[in-house]
């Protein structure tokens, strides 16, 4: 693995990771189980702080101070852009679920 590409549950801590020592009290994180373990933000049902986030729309305010979304935003994160070459499979993932939610909240703010 690349040492500097650390995983959301390595960064947090959260050890909701497939095989981590959370995973039978709080069950294993869908950011894992998707493989977006750099993308955790786009990714709704994500459990951060101890409570589940909810949608992309819900949670995307709380996202934007996490230092995991600071390091891999794709737009302004030090090393977002790594993840394209780095995980092609999570970055396409990535880029579909923010296509369809930014069409969803234009869309919302047009009608």
Same mark, same amino acid.
């Not at 709080?26 to 750099?38: D, N, P, R, V």
């Given at each position: 693995? =690349?040492?500097?590409?650390?995983?959301?549950?390595?960064?947090?801590? /959260?050890? *909701? %990771?497939?095989?981590?020592?959370?995973?039978?009290?709080?069950? %294993?994180?869908?950011?894992?189980?998707?493989?977006?373990?750099?993308?955790?933000?786009?990714?709704?049902?994500?459990?951060?702080? !101890?409570?589940? %986030?909810?949608?992309?729309? %819900?949670?995307?305010?709380? /996202?934007?101070? /996490?230092?995991?979304?600071?390091?891999? =935003?794709?737009?302004? !994160?030090?090393?977002?852009?790594?993840? *394209?070459?780095?995980?092609?499979?999570?970055?396409?993932?990535?880029?579909?679920?923010?296509?369809?939610?930014? =069409?969803?909240?234009?869309?919302? !703010?047009?009608?």
């Amino acid at each position: 693995m =690349n040492e500097e590409l650390l995983n959301c549950w390595e960064i947090k801590k /959260c050890q *909701r %990771q497939k095989g981590g020592k959370k995973v039978g009290e709080l069950g %294993q994180c869908i950011a894992s189980k998707e493989g977006m373990g750099h993308s955790c933000w786009a990714v709704a049902g994500t459990l951060c702080g !101890g409570k589940i %986030q909810g949608t992309t729309a %819900q949670k995307i305010r709380f /996202c934007t101070s /996490c230092e995991v979304y600071e390091i891999y =935003n794709r737009s302004r !994160g030090e090393l977002g852009k790594m993840i *394209r070459t780095t995980y092609p499979k999570e970055d396409a993932k990535y880029y579909d679920i923010m296509m369809k939610f930014y =069409n969803k909240e234009t869309l919302a !703010g047009l009608i």
